[in-house]
T-cell receptor, first 116, second 114 residues
Framework: DADVTQTPRNRITKTGKRIMLECSQTKGHDRMYWYRQDPGLGLRLIYYSFDVKDINKGEISDGYSVSRQAQAKFSLSLESAIPNQTALYFC???????????????FGPGTRLTVL | GNSVTQMEGPVTLSEEAFLTINCTYTATGYPSLFWYVQYPGEGLQLLLKATKADDKGSNKGFEATYRKETTSFHLEKGSVQVSDSAVYFCALSGYGAGSYQLTFGKGTKLSVIP
């Protein structure tokens, strides 16, 4: 089984709808992240969480919210979806063994979201 | 702020050709540097990393050396295979806004043809 799973894998929705993307991990990591990937722009950080009680905004948090329900679960919500939120969304986890700032991130397979 | 610049693609090579993908960075302090690879339809996975100057990361025949004097971390492979076709991302882990965060380059798509 995959260590980091995301549901759904694909979603088409309409402008104004509320959408939740879910991420689960079995790696036992405290740190979890949400990114979006747009063609030609690389990955950009939306939100991150270093433990269940710690949630922080990333580079592009406007229009998004998150919930860390447990160590293993981190959900991303679009309260009112708009077309420019059409993108590929990735969840990732990490464990800072070996020193702060050196941790490897482990990515889920992604959710392709289309907002019409 | 922190930033990563990598060569734009797409890059198309014949099997067994030599590969170089350039990556330069701007960061304060002493970042760690990474190459991630994204195969079609999959998430990113770590290819290699280096955490201090002059370190060489290597994996699956790929190598990159952390060059602080030129702020570079170029990815190389001596003989590419069709299975190396993927998108490659250079990234740095630098301190900003209260924590260490990954900053990614825009990615370079590599296609290897038989």
């Amino acid at each position: 089984d995959a260590d980091v799973t995301q549901t759904p894998r694909n979603r088409i929705t309409k402008t104004g709808k509320r959408i939740m993307l879910e991420c689960s991990q079995t790696k036992g990591h405290d740190r979890m992240y949400w990114y979006r990937q747009d063609p030609g722009l690389g990955l950009r950080l939306i939100y991150y969480s270093f433990d269940v009680k710690d949630i922080n905004k990333g580079e592009i948090s406007d229009g998004y919210s998150v919930s860390r329900q447990a160590q293993a679960k981190f959900s991303l919500s679009l309260e009112s979806a708009i077309p420019n939120q059409t993108a590929l969304y990735f969840c990732a986890t990490s464990d800072p063994q070996g020193g702060v700032g050196t941790d490897t991130q482990y990515f889920g397979p992604g959710t392709r979201l289309t907002v019409l | 702020g922190n930033s990563v610049t990598q060569m734009e693609g797409p890059v198309t090579l014949s099997e067994e050709a030599f590969l170089t993908i350039n990556c330069t960075y701007t960061a304060t302090g002493y970042p760690s540097l990474f190459w991630y690879v994204q195969y079609p339809g999959e998430g990113l996975q770590l290819l290699l990393k280096a955490t201090k100057a002059d370190d060489k990361g290597s994996n699956k025949g790929f190598e990159a050396t952390y060059r602080k004097e030129t702020t570079s971390f170029h990815l190389e492979k001596g003989s590419v295979q069709v299975s190396d076709s993927a998108v490659y991302f250079c990234a740095l882990s630098g301190y900003g806004a209260g924590s260490y965060q990954l900053t990614f380059g825009k990615g370079t798509k590599l296609s290897v043809i038989p």
